[in-house]
């Protein structure tokens, strides 16, 4: 399906960054820098727009349309949709490095 292995880390947990990075280093995963002050660059927020837009069309009426909405929303979202946004967060973190964390065209 994907090309490469990628594992989205939430954000810091105070008292476990000198245990989480000591862990990255001797199981040798690379770890992206992710600048503090940086917009949301998750991957899923561009899907959960994708499902937001999905459901203002659909008006749905109750909660178990509401549900079919985002359940069909979610099962039609493409792999090669997916991909584009993994292959981009290089290109998204660059961005944002650039700008010194503030706001990007992504």
């Known amino acids: 399906m994907f090309t490469a ?5 939430h ?6 960054q000198s245990k989480t990075a000591s862990w990255f280093q001797t199981n040798n995963i690379k770890v992206m820098k992710w600048p503090a002050q ?5 991957p899923i927020e561009n899907l959960s727009c994708d499902i937001k837009n999905a459901v203002s069309e659909a008006k749905p009426r109750n909660a178990e349309e509401l549900w079919n909405v ?4 979610w099962a039609g ?3 090669h949709r997916c ?3 993994v292959d981009s967060m290089q290109h998204r973190c660059e ?4 700008n010194r964390g503030y706001t990007t065209k992504y």
């Not at 292995?5 to 880390?9: A, E, G, R, S």
């Open 11 to 16: 954000g810091k947990v105070v008292g476990f």
């Open 95 to 98: 961005a944002v490095l650039r």
């Open 5 to 9: 292995k990628f594992k989205l880390q």
């Open 77 to 79: 979202i493409p792999v």
């Open 70 to 73: 985002v359940k069909s929303s």
């Open 38 to 42: 940086s917009p949301d660059l998750n």
């Open 83 to 85: 991909q584009k946004l």
